[in-house]
């Protein structure tokens, strides 16, 4: 559903992404995984018309930069990692901006269905209670649900998420995975997310693209995109290794009293 | 389903309606020569009517005089204190207000050197200074834009405040050099800069009522443009406003209003930057709510000032602007105070 062909984006001086090619189709959840400076933000970004880009990115089968936003914006959804608000919103309303795309005229106010989206979002992400809230008091993670329920709402056929969960507590790294999970399973929908921790992505993804210093280095399913060698060959290191040794902290040791 | 308006409420149109015509009467009424209310009412009926009004009401002062001034002093309450709701939403900080971009500086220009040249427009007292402060602003406005579209074609936040106040620095520094070359109108230009709307008749209220209706509508279009701004500028563009255009119009918007505003008052300070948080703190952050709200407190908040300049000294008229700076701090600083206190 979304067609991604050698994708080049510059900035000043520096290459960030060189000819990068994939595909998403429904149903699946692409990671987009490499160390700093891969180029996994700049897809984003380029997807959501962020930046200036050569090359094409299409949604079943139309250029995006040619679509209008509104359209646009009913077709991608994103989620950004840096999210902060200034002024006293309520969480209902942030979440209500979901809809933007969808207004009909200059003055008409909130539709039915926009009502019921905004309802659905609220519940899926758990902030009913929260609805009257102003976003300014809400944690980190609780403000990361609130934009997620935003895009929820905007009703999307493809998510963008660019490290949703980065700065996240681990219940609400765990919660917002898997409310994306539950998004997925509707038909005709995909999700394409920047993610940093490579357990996050092996996890989830069912779909990788590996970069390194812009280039698309291995793309495909995940397994075989992760692999022991291609890990160890963008990220300079033992990856399997380190992950091993990193996991064999959490096996339970028989305590033994040094009396 | 549960369905509520997002805009106010019809009983809060009508309070603020009530209040400011309320506070309107009392302006006409209050002054050096007080008047009656009920005098101040037959005059205002009997005219609208056609009617000659009875003998011993003083209808000069009310109707030429008093009502006018009165009438121009809320547009121009209104229409600064909503330029700066939308500028604080649009580039999301709470210091912004209309004259960030540097507009106002321009149209202060113009009538500087209206003033020191000494171009008058025959029949009129502040006609040539008027005319050519409007120029100016809408030339600055025209140069500020395209030099900040030049400089980044995303017209991103920090562009549009850095340009305001390079343009700022540049035709005050250029106003100073008028001055120290033209001593003998010092004093009129210091007190035009501090502005006043005595004087000021139904012709300005004519064009400023234009000014209003067409830049204060299309900010109050942009009601929901301006939420997404004010929550995030990437959001906005995420959820499908086109970022840029509703960025230059408002900008145009606002500008355009600001600069008529200052053409015919001077430079009033404090109004489009405290009312709007006044207003914030009653209504919230919903410029659906904001915008109106802050143009019906904008315009009480500067009739009050006017009517404290008119009488705290009378028969020493002081300047509205200086009232509004005045009143303007330390109501901020209480209110700033007090919200920090409790939060």
Redesign the interface.
């Known amino acids: 559903m979304l067609e991604i062909k050698d994708l080049s984006v510059r900035y000043s001086s520096v290459l960030a992404l060189d000819n990068v090619s994939f595909t998403l189709e429904p149903g699946q959840w692409l990671m987009l995984v490499g160390p700093n400076g891969a180029g996994k933000s700049t897809i984003v970004e380029a997807i959501a018309q962020g930046v200036k880009y050569t090359g094409e990115i299409r949604f079943m089968g139309k250029a995006v930069d040619r679509m209008d936003v509104h359209s646009r914006a009913r077709a991608i959804g994103v989620l950004s990692q840096k999210n902060s608000v200034n002024y006293a919103y309520t969480v209902e309303e942030v979440v209500a901006l979901g809809r933007y795309a969808y207004k009909r005229s200059f003055l008409s106010s909130k539709g039915q269905d926009d009502e019921e989206q905004i309802e659905k979002a609220l519940n899926a992400t758990g902030l009913q209670a929260f609805r009257r809230s102003s976003v300014l008091e809400l944690s980190g993670g609780e403000l990361q649900r609130v934009f997620l329920a935003q895009v929820f709402a905007q009703d999307p056929r493809i998510l963008i998420l660019d490290e949703p969960a980065n700065h996240l507590d681990l219940i609400y790294q765990k919660h917002i995975f898997s409310l994306i999970g539950e998004w997925l399973k509707t038909g005709g929908r995909g999700v394409i997310s920047v993610v940093h921790d490579l357990s996050l992505a092996k996890k989830y993804g069912t779909a990788a693209v590996l970069l390194n210093n812009g280039k698309a280095v291995a793309k495909g399913e995940i397994d075989s995109c992760l692999s022991r060698e291609k890990l160890e060959d963008v990220y300079g290191m033992d990856v399997y290794g380190w992950m091993r040794e990193m996991l064999s902290q959490w096996t339970e040791k028989p305590f033994i009293d040094p009396q | 389903?549960?369905?509520h308006?997002?805009g106010l409420s019809l009983l809060a149109y009508a309070a603020f309606g009530l209040a400011l015509i309320m506070t309107m009467l009392l302006c006409v009424c209050a002054g050096s020569v007080p008047i009656a209310l009920e005098n101040t009412l037959k005059a205002i009926l009997y005219s609208m009517t056609g009617r000659e009004a009875p003998a011993g009401i003083s209808k000069t002062i009310i109707l030429n005089v008093r009502l006018p001034r009165v009438i121009n002093v809320s547009l121009v309450g209104a229409s600064l204190s909503l330029c700066g709701a939308a500028m604080q939403?649009l580039i999301?900080?709470?210091l912004a207000d209309g004259s960030t971009l540097g507009v106002s500086s321009g149209a202060a220009l113009g009538a500087v050197i209206a003033m020191a040249f000494g171009f008058y427009i025959p029949g009129t007292t502040y006609g040539g200074v008027m005319l050519l402060a409007m120029l100016f602003a809408f030339i600055s406005l025209i140069l500020i834009l395209s030099l900040a579209y030049a400089l980044d074609h995303s017209l991103s936040t920090n562009t549009i405040i850095l340009i305001g106040v390079i343009f700022s620095m540049f035709a005050s520094s250029v106003i100073n050099l008028i001055i120290s070359f033209t001593s003998d109108h010092v004093k009129s230009i210091a007190f035009w800069m501090m502005g006043s709307l005595s004087g000021t008749g139904y012709s300005h209220a004519r064009i400023l009522t234009i000014f209003l209706a067409l830049c204060g509508g299309v900010i109050l279009?942009h009601a929901?443009e301006l939420?997404?701004l004010?929550?995030?500028e990437?959001?906005a563009?995420?959820?499908?406003?086109?970022v840029k255009r509703v960025k230059m119009v408002i900008l145009i918007a606002v500008s355009v209003l600001t600069g008529v505003c200052v053409s015919i008052s001077g430079s009033i300070g404090f109004v489009g930057l405290v009312m709007p948080h006044m207003s914030?703190m009653i209504t919230?952050?919903?410029h659906k709510k904001l915008l109106p709200a802050s143009m019906f407190s904008g315009a009480i908040f500067l009739l009050f000032a006017d009517l404290i300049a008119r009488t705290l000294l009378s028969p020493i008229e002081l300047q509205i602007g200086l009232v509004t700076s005045l009143i303007g701090a330390v109501a901020f600083i209480l209110v700033f105070y007090r919200s920090r206190r409790k939060g």
């Open positions: 389903m549960r369905k308006r997002e939403g999301r900080n709470p279009l929901r939420n997404a004010a929550i995030g990437d959001n563009r995420h959820v499908g406003v086109h914030r919230g952050p919903n």
